[in-house]
């Protein structure tokens, strides 16, 4: 009798072992683990400031930082003779198109410009435009001002 309990206990040993040890007993554990180290990042806080941290630099630093600072140019400035020669500051006296005309009657190739077909002027295609935003808006990929509430 004494035999057959320790040759059942065994057994049940084995079988234990063996499911504990299978791939799906070792899934379970790992999902489990997993499960248990999510629950623990989701509900504790993981960056607890100290209360005597300094935050950032006073005012009157922040003030003596900003007044020394000198930032430098982003290119290179152009030679005087080429300055002279390709003003820089242009007013346009015509709408922005493959040629424009500034305020001194200078004819130019407009080389920055998307409008190079020239239906930026055309009525009929900004009327069109006009009637199409009017009767479906616009979406969130459009810039701030062409959202219209009625």
């Not at 003596?64 to 006296?93: F, G, H, Q, T």
Request: charged letters at 20%.
């Amino acid at each position: 009798m004494a035999s057959d309990a320790l040759t059942a206990f065994l057994a049940y040993r084995h079988r234990l072992a063996l499911t504990l040890f299978s791939a799906e007993a070792y899934f379970s554990v790992v999902e489990a683990a997993f499960l248990v180290l999510v629950l623990y990042l989701a509900l504790t806080r993981a960056y607890k400031p100290r209360p005597d941290a300094h935050v950032g630099p006073s005012e009157a630093e922040r003030a003596s930082r900003l007044a020394s600072w000198k930032p430098k140019p982003l290119a290179e400035p152009v030679p005087e003779d080429i300055a002279a020669a390709c003003p820089v500051d242009v007013a346009l006296a015509s709408s922005a198109g493959p040629r424009v005309r500034t305020t001194t009657g200078t004819d130019l190739l407009n080389l920055a410009a998307s409008n190079f077909l020239g239906l930026a002027d055309d009525p009929r295609v900004t009327d069109r435009a006009q009637a199409v935003l009017r009767g479906y808006g616009c979406g969130a990929c459009g810039p701030r001002g062409f959202l219209w509430h009625d």
